[in-house]
């Protein structure tokens, strides 16, 4: 019997998009209103390649996590593997019983109680009702869906249609696992036992292909990554750690880690912020995400237009949730060490240290003006804002993966003051 679990050779999927998606022998009906209310559509015939010549090859036993942004083509990828969707070129093929998990209700019909799906599954994997049966139990207790499984699957909420799938798929013994982002739908609980899951999984010799945007995730389940970029295969590599790595650091199209002010005409104000930039050490506008261990750069582009006594201008972070982490402006040092300020337009910067945040998101807001009274670039609607999000990089400790507990995740030096040959605590 061959080794390998999964072999993909030259993969692609082209797409028709715009007005040129619509089949031929539709109702014409609806569109015809739908011009009448926007106009003429676009015909002019286009396509997109959501995967393109992809090949890579995976064995039996292999924990293998895809990541790449939004777009990339993983889900494709995963839905050509399931057999939902035909390739335009090249082929791909499964070795051995699979079974998947690519979006909440996947695979299960809807009028169809939880009971009744857990052995349509069963069957569709090609089991027998006593091997159903005999993993029933399990199934049950693991999707803690026991309550509501003689309930049609349509009145389940998302996430309890991912924990009922996600235990169908990992107990009816498929060979192969082909699990999407869906995780996410669940609770924090939860996730951490689907890892546990497909640890368990993978150890008894069966194949798991993981699409997770969460890269403490992949790097604490995953022997590999596949790192996918618009549609094409980036990076395939057992150093899993530094996949994420450059992954995290790779250019992202949706950066919002810069902020310029389109309409700066404010007679009244003392300081106008005119571009705010957090930037990498190479110089280049933050992507989104960015690894925990990177120095970044908050730079301020302002157009002092009156010098009065209290100027300040710096920022203030917070949190996702809102809540406000931490405030610095150029006053924040003794007298001595302010940046002397003049009118006109001048930068200003800072940095924000490495080891020093925790995973998440975050906003960053501009304040300058005079400290005693209100400015028009206070925190709130009328903020200059720039946000970013903190991800992977946590530390180089084999104990430190997943996101710590904290807004903050610093990594301190620790050393032995001294070898004491003192009694322990509590002893005389």
């Given at each position: 019997?061959?080794?390998?679990?999964?072999?993909?050779?030259?993969?692609?999927?082209?797409?028709?998009?715009?007005?040129?998606?619509?089949?031929?022998?539709?109702?014409?009906?609806?569109?015809?209103?739908?011009?009448?209310?926007?106009g003429p559509q676009w015909s002019r015939e286009e396509t997109f390649w959501a995967l393109q010549d992809v090949s890579f090859e995976i064995k039996h036993g292999?924990?293998?996590?895809?990541?790449?942004?939004?777009?990339?083509?993983?889900?494709?990828?995963?839905?050509?593997?399931?057999?939902?969707?035909?390739?335009?070129?090249?082929?791909?093929?499964?070795?051995?019983?699979?079974?998947?998990?690519?979006?909440?209700?996947?695979?299960?019909?809807?009028?169809?109680?939880?009971?009744?799906?857990?052995?349509?599954?069963?069957?569709?994997?090609?089991?027998?009702?006593?091997?159903?049966?005999?993993?029933?139990?399990?199934?049950?207790?693991?999707?803690?869906?026991?309550?509501?499984?003689?309930?049609?699957?349509?009145?389940?909420?998302?996430?309890?249609?991912?924990?009922?799938?996600?235990?169908?798929?990992?107990?009816?013994?498929?060979?192969?696992?082909?699990?999407?982002e869906v995780l996410a739908v669940g609770d924090d609980e939860f996730q951490k036992r689907c890892l546990g899951k497909m640890k368990e999984v993978a150890v008894?010799?069966?194949?798991?292909?993981?699409?997770?945007?969460?890269?403490?995730?992949?790097?604490?389940?995953?022997?590999?990554?596949?790192?996918?970029?618009?549609?094409?295969?980036?990076?395939?590599?057992?150093?899993?750690?530094?996949?994420?790595?450059?992954?995290?650091?790779?250019?992202?199209?949706?950066?919002?880690?810069?902020?310029?002010?389109?309409?700066?005409?404010?007679?009244?104000?003392?300081?106008?912020?005119?571009?705010?930039?957090?930037?990498?050490?190479?110089?280049?506008?933050?992507?989104?995400?960015?690894?925990?261990?990177?120095?970044?750069?908050?730079?301020?582009?302002?157009?002092?237009?009156?010098?009065?006594?209290?100027?300040?201008?710096?920022?203030?972070?917070?949190?996702?949730?809102?809540?406000?982490?931490?405030?610095?402006?150029?006053?924040?040092?003794?007298?001595?060490?302010?940046?002397?300020?003049?009118?006109?337009?001048?930068?200003?910067?800072?940095?924000?240290?490495?080891?020093?945040?925790?995973?998440?998101?975050?906003?960053?807001?501009?304040?300058?003006?005079p400290c005693d009274r209100s400015s028009h670039f206070v925190p709130g609607a009328r903020a200059a804002t720039i946000q970013f999000e903190i991800q992977g990089?946590?530390?180089?400790?084999?104990?430190?993966?997943?996101?710590?507990?904290?807004?903050?995740?610093?990594?301190?030096?620790?050393?032995?003051?001294?070898?004491?040959?003192?009694?322990?605590?509590?002893?005389?």
């Amino acid at each position: 019997m061959s080794d390998i679990a999964i072999r993909v050779d030259g993969l692609g999927k082209r797409y028709a998009i715009g007005a040129a998606a619509r089949q031929s022998g539709q109702p014409r009906r609806i569109f015809d209103l739908l011009e009448s209310l926007t106009g003429p559509q676009w015909s002019r015939e286009e396509t997109f390649w959501a995967l393109q010549d992809v090949s890579f090859e995976i064995k039996h036993g292999e924990i293998v996590g895809v990541v790449g942004g939004n777009g990339a083509g993983k889900s494709t990828l995963l839905k050509i593997l399931s057999r939902i969707v035909q390739p335009t070129a090249g082929c791909a093929e499964i070795h051995g019983r699979m079974g998947s998990l690519l979006e909440v209700g996947t695979g299960f019909h809807p009028d169809l109680t939880g009971r009744e799906n857990i052995f349509m599954s069963g069957v569709m994997l090609g089991m027998r009702r006593s091997e159903v049966q005999r993993r029933f139990d399990e199934i049950v207790a693991f999707s803690g869906v026991e309550r509501f499984l003689d309930t049609p699957i349509k009145r389940y909420s998302s996430g309890m249609q991912t924990r009922l799938g996600f235990s169908v798929a990992a107990y009816l013994e498929a060979e192969v696992l082909l699990i999407d982002e869906v995780l996410a739908v669940g609770d924090d609980e939860f996730q951490k036992r689907c890892l546990g899951k497909m640890k368990e999984v993978a150890v008894g010799g069966r194949t798991v292909l993981f699409i997770s945007h969460n890269m403490n995730s992949v790097q604490a389940l995953c022997t590999r990554a596949i790192w996918l970029d618009k549609g094409r295969l980036r990076a395939d590599s057992t150093d899993v750690r530094h996949v994420a790595h450059e992954y995290l650091s790779g250019d992202v199209s949706s950066a919002r880690g810069e902020w310029v002010n389109t309409s700066p005409d404010l007679n009244e104000a003392f300081i106008i912020p005119l571009r705010i930039r957090l930037i990498d050490p190479n110089g280049v506008v933050v992507s989104m995400p960015i690894a925990n261990n990177v120095e970044l750069t908050l730079e301020l582009d302002v157009d002092v237009r009156q010098l009065a006594p209290g100027l300040i201008i710096g920022y203030i972070l917070y949190a996702e949730d809102g809540q406000e982490l931490w405030c610095s402006g150029q006053t924040d040092e003794t007298r001595d060490n302010w940046p002397a300020l003049h009118q006109g337009r001048l930068r200003l910067k800072t940095t924000i240290p490495p080891r020093l945040l925790n995973e998440g998101r975050y906003t960053i807001e501009c304040v300058c003006g005079p400290c005693d009274r209100s400015s028009h670039f206070v925190p709130g609607a009328r903020a200059a804002t720039i946000q970013f999000e903190i991800q992977g990089g946590l530390s180089d400790s084999p104990y430190w993966t997943a996101r710590r507990s904290g807004f903050l995740a610093p990594v301190r030096l620790w050393r032995v003051a001294q070898s004491s040959t003192q009694a322990p605590y509590g002893d005389s």
